[in-house]
């Protein structure tokens, strides 16, 4: 099964359901940006606070923050966090709708199935 072309599919229909303005990058990571923000980018070497809500593309969270966010290296998350969260600046928020091969592909890790498309509604809060 293709599931790089199934996950395009899905994020195309949850795109078109949820009437969102959404540019794709070229990996199969699609993203909408409400707010640039006015801060710093980050890169891969980042240190970012990101406060966010991840949702499969039922609606069912699968994971959330707190407003105050959370801190890692960018470097120890999944790819499609990985080349989302530069495309904000600090301060900036939006959406990233990443395909399962840029999440946790085949496997399932607590409660996402394996092969998961992965909707995050993020703020960049801080960058270091």
Do not use: R
Request: aromatic share 10%; hydrophobic share 35%; proline share 5%.
């Amino acid at each position: 099964m293709d599931y790089n072309q199934l996950d395009e599919d899905i994020i195309l229909h949850y795109i078109s359901d949820n009437n969102l303005n959404a540019e794709p990058t070229g990996s199969g990571l699609y993203y909408v940006i409400n707010s640039t923000g006015n801060g710093e980018f980050p890169n891969i070497n980042s240190l970012v606070t990101v406060a966010y809500k991840g949702t499969l593309t039922d609606g069912t969270t699968f994971d959330q923050s707190s407003s105050n966010g959370i801190t890692f290296p960018l470097s120890n998350v999944i790819q499609g966090w990985q080349e989302g969260i530069p495309l904000f600046s600090e301060g900036g928020s939006g959406i990233l709708l990443i395909p399962s091969a840029l999440g946790y592909g085949s496997q399932s890790v607590g409660n996402i199935p394996e092969n998961s498309v992965l909707i995050f509604e993020l703020t960049l809060l801080n960058v270091d």
